[in-house]
């Protein structure tokens, strides 16, 4: 079964460490997201891409990398992590052709202390 | 409804209800979908309704789009106690297609 598969599940780092959450999908889609939520609200785009290579800036980017080496795999880099980054993150899937099929994985839970 | 306030919205019904919750977004879309989180979960889609329709179904699902008021709804009838969940509008965001912007959520507790 496609899905959108999240590692760790839970993560608690130290502030100013280095945090990589990663991400597989096995939808064959070309476009992937990292989100994060926070305590009562939506979730707000921090990156995405396109394809293999590619990476672009969402909404709320500063103080975040990615890196996507593949089309399975996405990765959201805290090189320095703070306390106002602890949130729930979460990786997502999607068509590009149709921009109608996004699949969501179970989230990571990121606790910076 | 979502979006013209930012905070999360909580609704209480009994198993049976029917239930409507809206959105109204700010920007141009040509799409609204719907999604449903459950308690650590990730958010699911339910139902993706486009500006050339005004009314989507799916099961026991209904969304309704209008675009003049940059508004959509999602009802569901008979509602069940596995309905519980936060649920999600979302439209796509500027040029870039693909990225969604979510409003805050509307939290529906659904009593058996």
């Known amino acids: 079964e496609a899905a959108v598969t999240q590692s760790p599940r839970n993560k608690v780092a130290v502030t100013g460490g280095k945090v990589t959450l990663s991400c597989n999908q096995t939808n064959n889609h070309n476009n992937m997201y990292w989100y994060r939520q926070d305590t009562g609200h939506g979730l707000r785009l921090i990156h995405y891409s396109y394809g293999a290579g590619s990476t672009e800036k969402g909404d709320i980017p500063d103080g975040y990398k990615a890196s996507r080496p593949s089309q399975e795999n996405f990765s959201l880099i805290l090189e320095l992590a703070t306390p106002s980054q602890t949130s729930v993150y979460f990786c997502?899937?999607?068509?590009?052709?149709?921009?109608?099929?996004?699949?969501f994985g179970s989230g990571t839970r990121l606790l910076v202390i | 409804s979502q979006w013209g306030e930012e905070n999360l919205q909580a609704l209480s019904i009994q198993e049976g209800e029917d239930v409507t919750m809206n959105c109204s977004y700010k920007?141009?879309?040509?799409?609204v979908q719907w999604y449903r989180q459950k308690s650590g979960k990730g958010p699911a889609q339910l139902i993706l309704i486009r500006s050339n329709e005004r009314e989507k179904r799916s099961g026991r699902l209904r969304a309704t789009l209008d675009t003049s008021s940059q508004s959509s709804s999602l009802s569901i009838t008979g509602t069940l106690a596995t309905d519980t969940a936060v649920y999600f509008c979302?439209?796509?965001?500027?040029?870039?297609?693909?990225?969604?912007?979510f409003g805050a959520g509307t939290q529906l507790i659904v009593i058996p």
């Open positions: 920007t141009y879309t040509t799409v």
């Open positions: 997502a899937s999607g068509d590009a052709q149709t921009n109608s099929d996004y699949t």
């Open positions: 979302a439209t796509h965001r500027g040029s870039a297609l693909g990225r969604l912007h």
